[in-house]
């Protein structure tokens, strides 16, 4: 079973931050928190991860809380092509094993 | 670099027969892994190919089987299709980490429709 917690529905202004939560209260010292997302009729793709520090790249920036049991994906200029439905799995460092999906939260941007 | 590639797209099959999709895993990927997505719902981990054997499984009957070859690409089979195998498969391509630390972004494909008449 996926570890974590997320709303299933969401949705942002484009143009505007979207905040995506995500619990994962049993989190291990060795787990990382890593963020897909699964554009319509694609395959998923990698956003980004972190172990407790804050992470940004080019697509979004990960917030984990200091006690690690929950985080916030944040794109920060959300687009109409951002809609999609973004999972938060938490897996081992180092695991090269498989990716526990939940159900996701489905992310609507609206014009 | 063509990324992870899948075939074929979409594929219609009746009760009771076999089927075998096939992957080719991004440039300088090892390692394959297979996961089936019904509709509505996140994707399930079938299992995981490394060195042309099987590391990981998850909760899948042994109707569902698997191969790597030599240039890693994979297939996926499946024997005595049921209604409700039905579902989008995912081959997702990674590099397997020598070292403790190191996070294995997987890489998916576009996925395999099978629907099962």
């Known amino acids: 079973d996926a570890k974590t917690t997320q709303p299933p529905s969401m949705d942002c202004a484009e143009g505007r931050a979207a905040n995506l939560p995500c619990n994962h209260s049993t989190i291990s010292g060795n787990e990382y928190v890593y963020w897909y997302r699964q554009i319509h009729s694609q395959g998923p793709q990698y956003i980004i991860h972190g172990l407790k520090n804050n992470e940004t790249n080019e697509m979004a920036s990960l917030i984990i809380t200091e006690d690690r049991k929950s985080s916030t994906l944040i794109l920060p200029h959300a687009t109409l092509r951002d809609t999609a439905v973004y999972y938060c799995i938490v897996q081992a460092a180092g695991n090269t094993g498989k990716l526990i999906f939940g159900q996701g939260t489905t992310l609507q941007v609206k014009p | 670099d063509a990324g992870v590639t899948q075939s074929p797209t979409h594929l219609i099959k009746t009760r009771g027969q076999q089927v075998t999709l096939r992957c080719s895993p991004k440039?300088?990927?090892?390692?394959v892994s297979w996961y089936q997505q019904a509709l509505g719902q996140g994707p399930q981990f079938i299992f995981q190919y490394y060195e042309e054997e099987e590391r990981q499984r998850g909760n899948f009957p042994d109707r569902f089987s698997g191969h790597q070859y030599p240039n890693y690409s994979s297939e996926l089979n499946v024997n005595a299709l049921l209604l409700g195998d039905s579902a989008l498969y995912l081959c997702?391509?990674?590099?397997?980490?020598?070292?403790?630390?190191?996070?294995?972004?997987?890489?998916f494909g576009p996925g395999t429709r099978l629907t099962v008449l």
């Open positions: 440039s300088g990927h090892d390692t």
């Open positions: 997702a391509s990674s590099l397997t980490s020598s070292g403790s630390g190191y996070y294995n972004e997987q890489f």
